[in-house]
């Protein structure tokens, strides 16, 4: 099976999944400021796994316990015991009349009880912090900054930590950057810290998967990459294993994983209604040999969602555009290897882009306009990838979207 191997947003209405940067590896032109929990994600920037990797390993972080915010009981104390001698004789009376009233309309279905504890608008970044990362998923994020802050931001006076994700100053000036596009980075800024989380655990990941590949370390590779965050890359590579310092923070992490589940899974609404068969063929032949949708990655083990298709395409084989329009980004990534963004302008007032991965060749420059058909590069096997291929991808109003009904059936 051709797979790409990539190693690095609250809940958001609709049928489609969000567009969203890789990691170890800058967006293609400036991302604009996310908007809020009901809307999609800015239309303009293609998704992007350019940024480099960094050249050193963060520091261990043996206190991680520590760094979750814990609450004294005292103010809880003095407030609700009086009112629990209320609600017991409450209690009484409405176990006498037949229990208490249940309003249906205000239980909570699976999804929205795992979610329950993110803010709505955090679940966006949460999965763009996730994408291009094999080995990272939005639940971990998310159980990370739950084990660190409890969703809090007001850690880190004494600690010199500082926002959800529990950052020094020195640590974010390593990871931390401007997600939001608001002009100002900072740890206390909730995209920003929950995009730089991705950005090191990913880095992190990048690490322990190629320490497990030349056979220096044995393990699952979330496990590494936890303990790695926790105690560092040599720690785990001196043990060749998750190292006995680790253990606490996985089982914290991973008592708090079922929580969140929800935020990797697929949406079910459907297809928008603007697809059509209005795509040409990107490669001749259009042989699926990985379907859009969740998969389990089979040299990661991790199941999230695979943005694209992939085709069968030897190694130099024509990619063309499947649509007019206008590069936007093509350069080579670290996880897409050789990658082309088109631009096709708006359908039903909503922008439309494609993406071409894995090149062996580019063929085309950013601004150049192409028509449907232009040979834009030649297919092979850049990047994370096990073998020569095109990883393609519709985005549509900024979410990623089913290539298959935008392409017409006879190639």
Known sequence: MNDERTTGAPAVPGPRVPAQEGHLAPPPPAHP?????????????????TQPEPDEQPPGQKDQQERR???????????????????????????LNGGFPVDSEQEAGPEQAASADVDASYVPWLRKAADGCEVVTPSLLAAQIDQLSGWSDDTGELSGQKGIAAFTDDQWKRWGKDADGNKRSSPRDPADAIMALGRQDCSV??????????????????????AAYAAGVDQVAGAGKVPDDARTYLTEIKALLPRYEALDQESSGGTPAAAGAILAAPVSGLTVTSPYGSRQHPLTG???????????????????????????????TSAYGNRVVIDHGTIEGKRLQTTYSHLSAIDVAVGQTVETGTQIGRAGSTGL??????????????????????????G
């Not at 084989?317 to 206008?326: I, N």
């Not at 519709?394 to 059936?409: E, H, K």
């Open 33 to 49: 400021e996310l908007p809020g929990p009901s809307a999609p994600l800015a239309p303009s920037a293609p998704p992007d796994p």
């Open 69 to 95: 915010k814990r609450r004294g009981p005292g103010p809880v104390v003095v407030l609700v015991l009086p009112g629990l001698l209320t609600l017991s004789g409450v209690a009484g009376f409405f176990a």
């Open 205 to 226: 990941a990048a690490e322990v998967t190629d320490l497990r590949t030349e056979g220096l370390v044995n393990g699952d590779l979330v496990d590494l990459t936890l």
């Open 385 to 410: 990838s096990t073998g020569p291929h095109l990883h393609f991808e519709v985005i549509y109003d900024g979410y990623y979207s089913n290539p298959q009904p935008w392409l017409a059936p006879s």
């Open 302 to 332: 991790v199941t999230k969602l695979h943005t694209g298709i992939d085709f069968a395409a030897p190694q130099g084989a024509q990619v063309f555009a499947a649509r007019g329009g206008q590069v936007v980004f093509a350069a080579s």
